[in-house]
């Protein structure tokens, strides 16, 4: 875990997201973090991160992962956390300074397509690629697979890099569980969601 300042934006300014705990990058609380870990980025062009549903995940949902979690799940793997380490290099400051300052919102989801599904046990990956980023906006296209089993995704990601992500190159052993095209965030200002009393 990062814990100074100064780590945070020595990360920011020069790195990049892989070993970051989610939580130290998002506001969602655990009961809406659909995000485990994040095992290759290129702050520039995209992500790849996973998740593993829970039984909250599945509960009175047949078991099953619902489709749209899965769309929110690559919502903060790409959009959300991509454009949260931009918005904080732009700015210099830490996640936690950026959440006082904007909230992350959906703005529009393009297409989706699904092709199977996924289950309490199963760990899936979103591989997201950044197509527009300004103003605050950030526009991601991508593919979710479910992983084989036994695989150490920081080892098998350790030699990625843009062009293989471009053209989605994995392993068959991956099995493709959705398209999504156009999924579209951007951080509004935090006095847009206050009320006033």
């Known amino acids: 875990?990062?814990?100074?300042?100064?780590?945070?934006?020595?990360?920011?300014?020069?790195?990049?997201?892989v070993g970051v705990n989610p939580t130290q990058?998002?506001?969602?609380?655990?009961?809406?973090?659909l995000l485990n870990a994040y095992h290759w980025h290129s702050p520039n062009k995209g992500i790849v991160a996973s998740y593993s549903p829970t039984e909250r995940d599945v509960q009175d949902h047949f078991g099953i992962f619902r489709g749209v979690d899965?769309?929110?799940?690559?919502?903060?793997?790409?959009?959300?956390?991509?454009?949260?380490?931009?918005?904080?290099?732009?700015?210099?400051?830490?996640?936690?300074?950026?959440?006082?300052?904007?909230i992350p919102a959906f703005i529009s989801i393009g297409q989706v397509n699904f092709h199977n599904y996924?289950?309490?046990?199963?760990?899936?990956?979103?591989m997201g690629n950044i197509t527009f980023y300004k103003w605050r906006q950030m526009v991601c296209d991508g593919r979710i697979y479910k992983v084989p089993k036994?695989?150490?995704?920081?080892?098998?990601?350790?030699?990625?890099?843009?062009?293989?992500?471009?053209?989605?190159?994995i392993s068959k052993d991956f099995t493709l569980v959705a398209d999504l095209y156009n999924i579209t965030g951007r951080a509004i200002k935090i006095e847009l969601f206050?009320?006033?009393?």
Request: overall charge negative; glycine content about 4%; proline content about 2%.
């Open 1 to 17: 875990m990062i814990t100074e300042r100064e780590d945070y934006l020595e990360m920011i300014n020069n790195g990049n997201l």
């Open 25 to 33: 990058m998002l506001l969602h609380g655990p009961t809406k973090l």
């Open 70 to 102: 899965q769309v929110e799940a690559f919502a903060q793997a790409s959009v959300v956390s991509c454009a949260t380490f931009l918005e904080c290099r732009k700015l210099n400051c830490t996640p936690e300074e950026l959440k006082n300052k904007y």
């Open 118 to 126: 996924l289950e309490v046990g199963d760990t899936f990956i979103s």
């Open 150 to 169: 036994n695989i150490d995704l920081d080892d098998y990601f350790s030699d990625f890099n843009e062009e293989r992500l471009l053209k989605y190159d």
């Open 194 to 197: 206050k009320k006033e009393e």
